[in-house]
């Protein structure tokens, strides 16, 4: 785990190196000023001139000042490389969750990224921060304090061993404790962040049932139950203060007592004044050094489940990837599923896709239809390999789509999915992502043919409108056409619509296919609707049922032959006399 994040730390090795080194030379300065200053009050006590008190001050404000120095620069170098190896970390991860297939996705799902990519990294920069200052202040601290008081005050020095394994015993224990809690809580968390995504995503669907004070019990509940296991957490942390105070205290109890009555009774010939003080500021050195190593374990304990988080996000491969010599041109736009079968995940009780025989010549339109839960959006995602087929073979051009280039493959089929996804910036922006270098001519002739140029050059801004996050502010059928329009620039071998007209009205619809067909003739075109208005003229029709496919023909052969399209043909058709009376 350490190995791999260590990978994030890059350009920053100088300045994570450069913080213990200065931090060293800040140990140094302030472990010696004691031992001066001791050395000052025996030279005051035995009568010493001004000349020497004033040489002693110069070298203490010498040495104090480099111990600032150094300490300003270490906590300079130290906030440079965990700011840096933060950075560092998010992109490394964003850039891995960017060659993620959708079955890695869904293994980990939106709001627990989203966690991992916030809060963990949080977590681990504060460790990361006191790992390279305080993880190696304390230590050095604690063994030159030691040493120094040794030094000054002999065996006496050797009762601050004695509250080591107290401490160390005490750590343990809360280590041991807490380590679930935080795992769990960190699981909750991904809980809290998918209640309240959910709640902002849907905001108008609260709004317009009026579920405000519903989703507020629902969201106070999850956090309570954050609440509830920090809250066990952090009690049991909160031992480990009045711990260190106990330490801390006994152990100047002892050198304060036993030091004052070494003095009175030796007459100062075992211990003077000024070893006893410089004794009790080693005191404090040691014991605040155990008390700040104590609360680095503890940032460590609650960064560690995090930590493992994040390295379960790096070393995540995706499912799906290129092969060793890609093919790196489509030929055509055919497409052909030879005993195509898929799961979503190894454990499922069914297959979401059987027995899926079907082959497409290019520049054919295809018009798939059937009732909710058939697979149809399923289907075609394993043509742009968003997943992989469990079993038998998908071709694209007469080539197995697992021997593509996956940016060849996905660059030559365009996708407009069920759930149109617009992205804030102007309306020009989100067309190019169809084609960056696409001309403002090209962006407007895209436009006309998806039926989006009319109302966009209603907007006050025209082609510069702002799009909100979501495309919060177009309506839903304006949102599936500026989706259509940037597909359209991609010019592709394989067009795919996922039900992506469904928000306009059917004279609308008419025109964007009567444009499909005159602007990308050669085109594959795959059309999934549930209106049988948008597939019957397609060249043919595939009627899905249960994740197979029941029957494929053209309108007139399935009115002939499909009970269900016959169906749905009927019913819409009467759903529209009814409409029109």
């Known amino acids: 785990m350490l190995k791999e994040l260590a990978k994030s730390i890059r350009e920053y090795k100088k300045p994570s190196l450069a913080a213990p080194v200065l931090v060293s030379g800040e140990v140094v300065m302030e472990c010696i000023i004691p031992f001066i200053t001791a050395n000052l009050v025996n030279q005051i006590k035995a009568g010493c001139t001004v000349n020497v008190i004033l040489g002693y001050g110069l070298v203490l404000v010498v040495m104090a000042g480099l111990s600032l120095v150094f300490g300003a620069l270490a906590g300079s170098a130290c906030a440079t490389a965990s700011c840096g190896f933060a950075r560092n970390l998010r992109r490394d991860m964003f850039y891995k969750i960017q060659g993620y297939s959708f079955e890695n996705i869904d293994k980990f799902s939106t709001s627990s990224l989203v966690t991992r990519l916030t809060t963990d990294v949080t977590n681990v920069q504060n460790a990361y921060m006191m790992i390279v200052r305080t993880a190696i202040r304390c230590p050095l601290m604690l063994v030159f304090s030691f040493i120094m008081a040794y030094v000054m005050g002999g065996r006496m020095a050797f009762v601050f061993l004695f509250t080591i394994p107290v401490l160390g015993i005490g750590l343990a224990v809360i280590v041991r404790r807490t380590m679930p809690l935080f795992r769990r809580v960190f699981r909750k968390y991904d809980a809290l962040n998918s209640s309240v995504q959910e709640n902002i995503k849907g905001i108008r669907v609260v709004k317009s049932y009026v579920r405000e004070e519903h989703e507020k019990k629902k969201f106070g ?26 330490c801390l205290y006994a152990a100047m109890v002892f050198v304060l007592s036993y030091g004052s009555y070494t003095i009175i009774t030796s007459r100062g010939l075992a211990l003077d004044v000024g070893q006893m003080s410089s004794l009790l500021t080693y005191s404090f050195q040691i014991l605040n050094s155990l008390m700040m190593l104590s609360m680095v374990f503890v940032m460590i304990t609650m960064a560690s489940e995090s930590a493992q988080r994040i390295v379960e996000v790096l070393r995540e491969e995706s499912a799906i990837r290129n092969p060793d010599q890609p093919v790196m041109q489509v030929k055509d736009g055919s497409v052909d599923f030879d005993g195509v079968a898929f799961q979503y995940a190894k454990g499922a009780e069914r297959m979401a896709l059987e027995h899926i025989d079907l082959h497409v010549r290019p ?39 697992r021997r593509y280039d996956l940016e060849t493959l996905r660059d030559a089929v365009a996708v407009v999915l069920q759930k149109n996804v617009l992205f804030s910036g102007t309306i020009k922006e989100n067309l190019r992502w169809g084609n960056q270098n696409a001309t403002d001519a090209e962006l407007e002739e895209a436009c006309r043919l998806a039926q989006a140029d009319e109302f966009i050059r209603q907007f006050p801004d025209g082609y510069d409108t702002y799009i909100e996050q979501g495309g919060a502010n177009v309506s839903g059928g304006q949102k599936q056409r500026l989706c259509i329009a940037r597909a359209l620039l991609k010019k592709p071998r394989i067009l795919i619509l996922d039900d992506s007209t469904s928000a306009v009205d059917t004279r609308t619809d008419a025109l964007i296919r009567k444009a499909l067909r005159e602007y990308i003739p050669e085109t594959t075109k795959i059309i999934i609707a549930q209106r049988t208005a948008s597939v019957q003229d397609a060249d043919r029709i595939v009627v899905m049922k249960g994740g197979t496919i029941d029957v494929v023909g053209t309108h007139e052969e399935l009115m002939r032959t499909s009970d269900i399209y016959q169906e749905v043909y009927i019913s819409q058709n009467k759903a529209g006399d009814k409409d029109e009376q």
């Open 221 to 246: 509940a999850a956090a309570q139950d954050v609440r509830a296991d920090f809250t066990r957490a952090e009690r049991i942390l909160a031992i480990n203060n009045p711990l260190m105070q106990f």
């Open 363 to 401: 520049g054919e339109t295809i018009g798939i239809i059937g009732g909710t839960g058939s697979s149809k959006s399923t289907l075609i995602q394993l043509i742009s390999r968003l997943y992989d087929a469990t079993e038998g073979t998908v071709r694209v051009g007469g080539v197995d789509v």
